[in-house]
């Protein structure tokens, strides 16, 4: 059954230089953080982290599983999409430590752009529109028919989806400045326009992308290829939800938390004022 489909290894340049410039400049930030910041190491689940997002990106991007996608099935191109979106965007940015980071930052422009490009709004904005336009019809007929443009798309659903999990994730304190129930906000709404996306796929009850080649033994309709990719696509949504309910516990420890120094200070106080009177009181 799986030799009907192609094992034709893609020529992908796009993903190459992506994949290879993000490893360069980890590595020289990770030189240069612990040189510079000796005091904060970087824990070895990082470096693991961020190598296995980039060996599973390779795997995706690199290999005749893009091709499959490409042209075979939508459901693998959709799987494709999904685990780089809520699998490898976020181990890279959690393989990445505050001190690696920073080292990277001063190069000149890169803290302004890195500002600009991570504020919630902007983040979610470039991540929705990019997916959503790319999956229009004629733009994904246009991606499917030239190699290049369909590596230029997948590589530009990764970078974005880096960025749009920066607000919830990222590990710079002062590039990520949301309080917990505006990040749960933001996990709520960004991603509802996918989800709807997904929806459409599922219940359109037509094939929008008409020229998959699906291999005649799977038997498989058109639309019920879409469906399935329809259906793996509301995976981040249920992703969204899982980040939001540790959100909601650390709300409430941080108002307890608060409350609780609100009462010790307000005891102080007290002990202090009946410590007042009864000096004043023996006068």
Request: hydrophobic share 50%; with cysteine; charged share 15%.
């Given at each position: 059954?799986?030799n ?7 020529w ?7 994949l ?8 020289v930030?990770l ?9 904060e190491?970087?824990?070895p689940w990082r ?6 997002a980039?060996a599973?990106?390779a795997f995706?991007?690199?290999?005749p599983?893009?091709?499959?996608a ?6 693998v ?6 685990l ?12 990445c430590p505050?001190?690696?980071l ?5 190069i000149p422009g890169i803290?302004?752009i ?7 709004l ?11 336009l ?5 733009l ?11 590596h230029t ?18 590990t ?5 400045r ?12 960004d991603?509802q326009?996918?989800?709807?996306f997904?929806?459409v796929?599922?219940f ?6 008409p020229?998959?080649?699906i291999?005649?033994?799977?038997e498989?309709?058109l639309?019920?290829?879409q469906?399935?990719g ?24 941080q108002?307890?938390?608060?409350t ?6 307000r005891q102080?106080?007290?002990e202090a004022?009946?410590e ?8």
């Amino acid at each position: 059954m799986f030799n009907d489909l192609s094992l034709t290894w893609p020529w992908n340049p796009v993903a190459q230089v992506f994949l290879l410039l993000l490893c360069l400049l980890y590595l020289v930030g990770l030189w240069q953080a612990r040189r510079r910041y000796p005091h904060e190491p970087v824990k070895p689940w990082r470096v693991t982290g961020f190598f296995s997002a980039i060996a599973l990106s390779a795997f995706l991007l690199l290999t005749p599983v893009e091709t499959i996608a490409r042209t075979q099935l939508f459901s693998v191109h959709m799987a494709q999409a999904v685990l780089l979106m809520t699998v490898c965007a976020p181990l890279m940015i959690g393989g990445c430590p505050a001190a690696l980071l920073r080292t990277l930052l001063e190069i000149p422009g890169i803290r302004e752009i890195t500002r600009l490009l991570t504020r919630p709004l902007i983040a979610s904005l470039l991540f929705n529109l990019t997916f959503l336009l790319w999956h229009t019809p004629r733009l994904f007929d246009m991606a499917q028919r030239n190699e290049m443009l369909y590596h230029t798309m997948m590589v530009s659903i990764l970078a974005t989806s880096l960025l749009n999990w920066w607000p919830l994730i990222g590990t710079l304190p002062e590039l990520r400045r949301m309080s917990y129930p505006m990040q749960m906000l933001y996990a709520f709404f960004d991603g509802q326009p996918v989800d709807i996306f997904a929806l459409v796929l599922v219940f359109t009850g037509v094939s929008l992308y008409p020229h998959y080649v699906i291999p005649p033994q799977w038997e498989l309709p058109l639309f019920s290829d879409q469906a399935v990719g329809g259906a793996l696509l509301l995976i981040p949504g249920l992703v969204d939800l899982l980040v939001m309910s540790p959100l909601f516990f650390l709300w409430l420890g941080q108002i307890e938390k608060h409350t609780r120094l609100a009462d010790e200070r307000r005891q102080a106080e007290m002990e202090a004022e009946e410590e007042y009177e009864d000096e004043y009181e023996i006068q």
